[in-house]
Nanobody
Framework: QLQASGGGLVQAGGSLRLSCAAS????????MGWFRQAPGKEREFVAA????????VYTDSVKGRFTISRDNAKNTVYLQMNSLKPEDTAVYYC????????????????WGQGTLVTVSS
């Protein structure tokens, strides 16, 4: 029900925009999040946007470089990634949830399949 896309290979300093399109249900009343998992590492929170006020939160390592946004009319959430670094290389997952919190994977009940982002130095 969540389809992530937009990943690819980019040089350090470049940009990518990830999209997460929802189908089968409306996610306008869900918090939406992005997580990532680098090779050999645990999945980590990247960013989230609430459904109530579209407030956004980010992990410290991406603040000022990544922007999460949502278009409820299109049932889609985006992650604009600028000034990419090699350490941003990971599989990126989008997720939807209704928990009052949004930093943990346990706060989300729906997950996309992931899209690979590779940043070369």
């Amino acid at each position: 029900q969540l389809q992530a896309s937009g990943g690819g290979l980019v040089q350090a300093g470049g940009s990518l925009r990830l999209s997460c399109a929802a189908s089968g249900r409306t996610f306008s009343t869900y918090n939406m999040g992005w997580f990532r998992q680098a090779p050999g590492k645990e999945r980590e929170f990247v960013a989230a946007i609430t459904w109530t006020t579209s407030s956004t939160v980010y992990t410290d390592s991406v603040k000022g470089r990544f922007t999460i946004s949502r278009d409820n009319a299109k049932n889609t959430v985006y992650l604009q990634m600028n000034s990419l670094k090699p350490e941003d290389t990971a599989v990126y997952y989008c997720a939807a949830g209704r928990s009052p919190s949004y930093y943990s994977g346990r706060d989300y009940g729906y997950w996309g399949q992931g899209t690979l982002v590779t940043v070369s130095s």
